[in-house]
């Protein structure tokens, strides 16, 4: 799949998040601790959006994106996946949301800096 914007979507869904709970209210854990769950669980519905189009008979990369971002000094933003980095996106949105849950009784102090 050529020009994509779902993997800008994954990358960006988790930091958009994180930048998000930095405004919230420190004594606000339950609301934390939800926001963080949902941010999770979006970027693993992103992810398998890559997983059921995912060709596995092109060899090349798929879901490229690439864009001059600073023309003068030649700095351009390029991504895309192969089979393995798939599997690993797969891997590290599917943990995200399990940690979080995992520890949703562990952590009582500083809950916003381990959301974060």
């Known amino acids: 799949m050529e ?5 800008s979507y994954i990358l960006l869904t988790p930091f ?3 930048l998000v709970v930095l405004f919230f209210n420190k004594n606000k854990d339950n609301i934390i601790k939800y926001f963080g769950l949902a941010v999770s669980v979006v970027a693993f519905i ?3 959006f890559l997983y059921f189009n995912f060709d596995p ?3 090349s990369f798929q879901f490229v994106e690439k864009f001059s971002w600073v023309q003068n000094l030649h700095i351009s933003y390029h991504v895309g996946i192969d089979g393995i980095s798939l599997l690993l996106i797969l891997l590290t949105t599917f943990l995200t949301p399990l940690t ?5 009784k562990a952590i ?5 800096e381990f959301t974060f």
Do not use: D, E
């Open 16 to 18: 958009i998040g994180a």
């Open 57 to 59: 008979k092109n060899g």
């Open 100 to 104: 979080l849950l995992s520890s949703w």
């Open 3 to 7: 020009n994509s914007n779902i993997l």
């Open 46 to 48: 992103l992810s398998l």
């Open 108 to 112: 009582n102090h500083k809950v916003k």
